[in-house]
């Protein structure tokens, strides 16, 4: 039986442990998918040394960016972002190979791109953890610009002190990569002057829990094009299962 499986913590709310298990009964696949929760990523050596049958793994907060070097090679997307959600084993001439990818950035650009228009030159990017790396390389490939807000002053970053007017007239695609509004703390949003936003303005929220989040329907309320994470999460599964294959 293959094995594959997540690495984070904590993992309570994983979804993908049930998308994939469902994936392998539906197809008949001989595989299983297991949660690996571990408060250090030192940990990961004892999770190798314990399933040697692993496939690959899938990597969620905090670890997408200190698993790197665990790993003995990066695709060129997770070498540009930093940061890896999905390894794949190979065998090795002294044992197994592990390779480093990142589908955070695929399930990204292909829910996004079908909303982007020719007026959507400029995004700012709500946050600067991990996924806001994936965010940045994602915009840049489909020609956009992008712009980090952070909380505090940081090096290629701006505060959200300073989004002005002009600011929100130029950045139309702004994307939340923070966890402000994810249940359940749904009453909160990031600190960006919603009553500039306008019927030109894409929101796009990496949360998909609640459905609709405060930071969507400030938006909506303005006429602006909302989307939230769920279909990225789908698409950045598909993405894994293909590279665990090929």
Known sequence: MQKYGLIGYPLGHSFSKNYFNQKFESEKIDATYLNFEIPNIKDLKTVLKENPELNGLNVTIPYKEQVIPYLDDLDEDARLIGAVNVIKFTKGLFGKRLKG????????????????????????????????????????????????????????????????????????????????????????????????????????????????????????????????????????AFAAWDIWLK
């Open 101 to 236: 990818y990142n589908s955070d950035i695929i399930g990204f650009k292909r829910s996004i791109e079908p909303l982007l228009k020719e007026t959507h030159r400029k995004a700012l990017i709500l946050g600067t953890g991990g996924a806001s790396k994936a965010v940045f390389q994602g915009l840049k490939q489909l020609g956009v610009g992008a712009t980090l807000v952070s909380r505090k002053p940081k090096e290629f970053c701006i505060t959200y002190e300073e989004i002005t007017p002009k600011t929100m007239e130029q950045y139309t695609v702004i994307v939340n990569t923070t966890p402000l509004g994810m249940f359940p703390n749904i009453n909160a949003c990031p600190d960006i002057p919603y009553d500039l936003l306008t019927a030109d303005h894409l929101l796009y929220d990496l949360l998909y829990n609640p459905d609709e989040t405060l930071f969507m329907k400030k938006g909506k309320e303005k006429g602006a094009v909302v989307k939230n994470g769920l279909e990225m999460l789908l698409l950045q």
